[in-house]
């Protein structure tokens, strides 16, 4: 399967949003990948960088993944579209599974949130499997995946070839520039993806935004820990690569024995 990680710029609007989902999603499939992530909170963008709080209403959101539907069965490709989605006691952060048919799959909500996070969003309670033509992937949604391997073990555990990760690090005002993808001064962020990946004996496909100053690229990740393809600094675009699901056999993720530490 040939799969696509989209690296866009922060969206200033829904409809900028939109936008670039159009274009990168049209850039993916004619390269024939047959699933697109996209960074977290894409839809209607990470809270506080600069979209208008009209498009964070129910309506606003309900309509763009309407639209996100069409986009997907316009151009026959499975989308990964990370929103703010409202619940009752808020806002969800999720993200959305589309079908090449423009159906909605479901959804997997961010359950592990930062403590910077708990004014934005209510954390989800359920983790899910996903499935697209024979493969199964999970996602985890980037501080728990960063920071919570427990996360990307259990779809590991559940059959999960492939872990999709979008998140947001970086900036569009302040910040280092990166030059070399998985350099020791680096932030770690990279290096936590090629864990989640060798740990587990499963592909980690990472994905964030094209600022000016990002902490690392969206990249894919093989089940031995090397990176596949990563993304260039800073620059939009999507990046694509063929995975193997036969090289992910979970085989450490199986090994796991959790009655070894129950209390």
């Known amino acids: 399967m040939k799969i696509a990680l989209a690296a866009p710029p922060f969206p200033q ?21 047959e699933i697109v992530c996209f960074p977290e909170s894409f839809i209607p963008g990470y809270p506080g960088m600069g ?8 309506d606003k959101l309900q309509d763009a993944l309407d639209k996100a539907c069409v ?14 989605w409202p619940c ?6 999720v993200a959305f599974v589309i079908s090449a048919e423009g159906i909605v799959l479901g959804y997997q909500a961010k359950n592990q949130l930062d403590p910077s996070e708990d004014t934005f969003w209510t954390p989800g309670t359920q ?11 999970g996602i985890t949604i980037c501080h728990e995946g ?54 587990n004996t499963i592909y980690f496909a990472s994905c964030n935004y094209a600022s000016l100053y990002p902490e690392s690229a969206s990249s894919l990740i093989d089940p ?3 990176c596949t393809i990563h993304a260039e600094y800073g620059n939009p ?15 450490l993720a199986k090994r796991f024995k959790p009655e070894n530490y129950s209390l």
């Open 71 to 84: 986009i997907a069965a316009k151009n026959t490709i499975c989308i990964i579209l990370p929103m703010d």
């Open 224 to 226: 031995t820990g090397n």
């Open 51 to 58: 979209y208008p709080e009209k498009d964070r209403s129910a």
């Open 146 to 199: 960063f920071r919570y391997p427990e996360s990307v073990r259990w779809a590991a555990r559940n059959g999960a070839a492939i872990v999709f990760h979008p998140h947001f690090n970086g900036s569009n005002t302040h910040g280092i520039s990166l030059t070399e993808w998985g350099h020791k001064n680096n932030p770690y962020y990279e290096k936590a993806a090629i864990l989640r990946a060798m740990e």
């Open 237 to 251: 675009g999507v990046i694509t690569a063929n995975i193997d699901p036969a090289l992910a056999t979970g085989l």
């Open 13 to 33: 609007s829904i409809d900028d949003g939109l936008f670039w989902l159009g274009q990168l999603v049209k850039e993916a499939a004619s390269q024939q990948a």
């Open 127 to 137: 983790r899910t499997i996903f499935e697209v033509k024979g493969v199964k992937f």
């Open 88 to 93: 009752q006691s808020g806002f969800l952060n």
